[in-house]
């Protein structure tokens, strides 16, 4: 089943910042997702130096990505029957509550790993919305002419996030400790809901689906997603990205306090090092790209990504690791703004909250890939384990092309 791309790849994206309702939905999804990557940065450097595992860090990862397979499809199906601003709000008042309690906990010396891994957990469930709300706000406020500029847009801020997020983590943690990290994290979380509360436009557009129940919803969204080959080969190549590529990022951390010997700022700007990199690679999609490059985009975001796994597994050098990982976040922002965009286009209208729900499912396989990536790390070590997993999904993005030869048209 095909689908017809919108032709108009050369508009700004910065005439979508004239939208007053797109533009505090974005900005709010920014303030979220800095606090995402700051916490994700900080608690994986606290959990190393208060247990010395890496496979205790890669269980941070697992639980704050474990919700997005557990509860992504029934987000999405819950989006046609609710105001999906409203949804947005209560996800980031739990979100603010969530970090001003760890805040409180570590302030009067009585955090635990096991409370940042409960809070890990309650983050992602709220992170499982995302997909079908937040950015599916955003592809309606947009319109179907300007999903691409849109998706591109928000995939660029939040590649700048994943580059500020880690930077604002590392530094924090080394100047007030992971209470005030904690607490920071609240109040950002507290302006995107304030910003939230302030969007007027009727989004909560609600499909006809959403007068059938949820257990219902869900089967007939996985019914027309399985008739949809472009659509299941855009869900596999995701799949491929979360489990064998994604998971190099959680051992950032460890390569960059065990092997390269870094305090916890300079382990925050090797990490935010793929931010930058992927914030230049969705800019320059958002401008440049067209439409008939979308798919080959998407692959080779990809491929590119799991190579640039394989230098950085190499390097012995903080600089030249640095680099590598600017490398790879181009990559990833390709990977990342196809995935959106091409998911939002490749379902029809009354499917699209059920076809980003399916999306928050295959990105919620990461777990999966972390969980792999530190038993490795723990028997091979970090270097070695990023390099196999790497030459793994390489080996199972090659099968994808063959078996889903849609992926690259």
């Known amino acids: 089943m095909g689908f017809a791309y919108p ?4 508009i700004s994206p910065f005439a979508l910042i004239g939208n007053v309702a ?3 939905v974005w900005v709010s999804g920014a303030l979220s997702n800095v606090n995402r990557w700051l916490e994700i940065l900080a ?3 606290w959990v190393f130096d208060r247990t010395g595992s890496a496979f205790d860090v890669t269980l941070m990862f697992v639980l704050r990505f474990l919700p997005l397979m557990l509860f992504g499809a029934l987000a999405g199906s819950l989006a046609e029957r609710f105001d999906r601003r409203a949804v947005v709000m209560a996800g980031l008042g739990v979100l603010v509550a969530n ?6 906990l570590a302030a009067f010396g009585a955090l635990e790993v096991w409370h940042v891994a409960a809070g890990a957990f309650l983050n992602g469930m709220i992170w499982s919305s995302e997909m079908p709300l937040r950015r599916t706000m955003l592809g309606d406020i947009a319109g179907d002419g300007q999903v691409a ?3 591109g847009f928000d995939a660029a801020t939040n590649n700048a996030t994943r580059m500020l997020g880690p930077l604002a983590g590392g530094a924090l943690l080394e100047g007030i400790g992971i209470s005030g990290t904690f607490f920071a994290g609240a109040g950002l979380n507290l302006l995107s809901l304030l910003l939230m509360a302030r969007v007027r436009v009727g989004t909560d557009v609600r499909t006809g689906a959403a007068s059938a129940g949820v257990l219902t919803a869900l089967r007939d969204g996985f019914r027309y997603i399985r008739t949809n080959r472009p659509l299941v080969a855009t869900l596999a190549v995701t799949v491929i990205f979360n489990v064998w ?5 959680s051992m950032v951390p460890v390569i960059g306090k065990e092997a390269l010997g870094l305090s916890a700022f300079p382990v925050g700007v090797l990490q935010s090092a793929e931010g930058l990199g992927a ?3 969705a800019l320059g999609i958002a401008w440049l790209g ?5 798919r080959r985009i998407y692959v080779v975001g990809v491929a590119s990504y799991m190579l640039s796994a394989i230098v950085f597994a190499a390097s012995p050098w903080f600089l030249l690791s640095g680099t590598i990982l600017v490398t790879a976040g181009i990559g990833g922002a390709c990977f990342a703004t196809m995935q959106a965009t091409l998911t939002y286009l490749g379902a029809s209208p009354e499917m699209r909250n059920r076809a980003m729900g399916a999306l928050t499912i295959c990105i919620g396989t990461g777990p999966i890939g972390f969980l792999h990536m530190g038993l490795l790390a723990e028997w091979l070590g970090a270097y070695t384990a990023v390099t196999v997993v790497a030459v793994e999904g390489l080996a199972m993005l090659l099968l994808a092309l063959i078996v889903w030869p849609e992926a690259r048209r």
């Open 7 to 10: 032709m108009n790849g050369t």
């Open 22 to 24: 797109f533009r505090r």
């Open 43 to 45: 608690v994986g450097v």
């Open 99 to 104: 970090s001003a309690l760890l805040g409180v």
């Open 149 to 151: 500029q849109a998706m």
């Open 245 to 249: 590529g994604f998971p190099m990022t």
């Open 279 to 281: 914030l230049i690679g």
């Open 290 to 294: 067209r439409a008939v490059w979308f």
